[in-house]
């Protein structure tokens, strides 16, 4: 047994320095030193130290057996396997790792300075990919892709915030007007005239909540620490509102107060939305949301217990509607089991960045795999039915500087919480889906 492993497990503090202050070698002092900072765990990263053990974990062998296995000419496994394991199309994530290494150089690979490769940007960008898809911890992916756990946290790190400055503006957008016509015209095709999607929150675990803030993230009906996501998805399930980071003791009331939902639509800054419904005009859009929400001229809510065949059939017809947030919240979690199981991360920074990326690739994945797609020829009619003939599409793309008076402000904000405009358009489309349901009983 050594004279550095003896003094290092066995030797009190003041028997080393006593020992250190009389030995001439400093080399063995130096070597002492380390022993010791190791031992108490002072450091946590040390860096490039001079003397630190090397773990060889073969990196370039990991690169090439990656390469093989997924993105050569002929792989070992196909289009099917890649999808599964990566929750997307092969072009798809070369796209995102594309998109990544050029915005951020620390996904490029480099020498070390030993001269040795260091990690491939497919390593780094499949580490982060697999603990986003399959919400494992960090350590899980070394066997395979043979990467660091250090290394792989700040991969992750790194990616999700390189997701959210390359694609975000792109992908988690507020609608503009060719996309609310697209919404108008699907909300139509299911009955509801003038619905731009429908709206829920969903609750994210925080297993490493601190201590002091459990009471503020926790609630009656969730007793586990949980963060907020506050959604707004189509019948494709593309989510064209989310806002995340709120304590899981509020409930979606307080969520919505805070959201910035009607924001535009406040300011005057949003496209307008003008449809007709049994006779009656209005100027907003509405997204179907269940029994919690307020009764807001911008929401339609179910009947609670429907009486005669009109409010059965509007019931049945908004329930099944409202279902597609529900049905995005389980594909989200269904791509990305990180925001399915509890939360690890200690920081709420990074868990917001987290859900923000995980959401951008998530309509991302349904674009490139949409089967449903309205003909550009349907669009141009349903454009012409929302807005005034002598208005050119184009000019529905209100500028984001528009800056509204107070008064305008007040009067927008009034008619978005207006009740009587809600029961009004509630009762309308009661009777709008039974003339379509007479209709179609008809013939």
């Not at 007007?177 to 731009?196: H, K, N």
């Not at 593309?238 to 899981?248: A, E, K, M, Q, T």
């Not at 609670?304 to 509007?314: I, M, S, V, Y």
């Not at 349907?378 to 929302?386: G, S």
Request: glycine share 6%; charged share 30%.
């Amino acid at each position: 047994m050594s004279m550095d492993y003896q003094l290092s497990n066995s030797s009190s503090d003041e028997e080393f320095w006593d020992l250190a202050n009389s030995s001439s070698d400093e080399e063995l002092l130096n070597s002492q030193i380390r022993a010791l900072q190791e031992e108490k765990g002072r450091r946590r990263r040390r860096g490039s130290i001079t003397g630190r053990l090397y773990k060889d974990r073969e990196r370039l062998q990991g690169h090439q057996r990656l390469f093989k296995d997924y993105f050569s000419e002929n792989p070992i496994h196909g289009e099917d396997i890649f999808r599964r394991r990566f929750r997307m199309h092969r072009a798809l994530f070369l796209r995102i790792v594309d998109g990544v290494t050029d915005h951020d150089s620390y996904f490029v690979q480099k020498r070390d300075g030993a001269s040795r490769l260091g990690l491939s940007s497919l390593q780094k960008c499949t580490a982060a990919m697999r603990m986003l898809a399959y919400g494992v911890g960090a350590d899980v992916v070394d066997d395979y892709i043979r990467i660091g756990e250090s290394t792989a946290i700040e991969a992750l790190r790194r990616f999700v915030q390189a997701v959210i400055d390359v694609f975000g503006a792109q992908y988690l957008r507020r609608p503009t007007a060719e996309d609310i016509c697209i919404l108008l015209s699907i909300g139509e095709s299911r009955g509801f005239r003038g619905m731009l999607g429908s709206i829920d929150c969903m609750h994210w675990k925080w297993k490493n909540c601190p201590v002091a803030w459990k009471g503020m993230f926790s609630r009656g009906d969730h007793c586990e620490p949980s963060l907020i996501l506050e959604a707004v998805a189509a019948k494709d399930l593309w989510i064209w509102h989310s806002f995340f980071g709120l304590p899981g003791s509020h409930n979606d009331i307080n969520v919505l107060e805070h959201s910035p939902l009607f924001a535009d639509l406040r300011e005057g800054r949003a496209p307008p939305v003008n449809f007709r419904v049994n006779d009656h005009d209005y100027k907003m859009g509405y997204y179907l949301a269940d029994g919690i929400y307020p009764s807001w001229s911008t929401f339609v809510k179910t009947i609670p217990c429907p009486q005669g065949e009109k409010a059965k059939n509007f019931a049945k017809a908004q329930e099944g509607c409202r279902k597609d947030v529900e049905r995005a919240f389980g594909v989200l979690q269904a791509h990305f089991a990180i925001v399915k199981g509890p939360a690890r991360f200690w920081d709420r920074e990074t868990l917001q960045k987290i859900m923000k990326a995980c959401v951008i690739m998530h309509n991302m994945i349904i674009e490139d795999e949409r089967a449903e797609r309205i003909a550009a020829n349907d669009h141009e009619i349903l454009a012409r039915q929302y807005v005034e003939p002598d208005e050119q599409f184009e000019d529905l793309l209100v500028s984001r500087n528009h800056t509204i008076d107070f008064e305008e402000f007040i009067s927008n904000h009034l008619a978005i919480r207006d009740r009587g405009t809600h029961s009004m358009l509630q009762a309308d489309l009661v009777e709008h889906l039974w003339q379509l349901h007479v209709a179609r009983t008809n013939t």
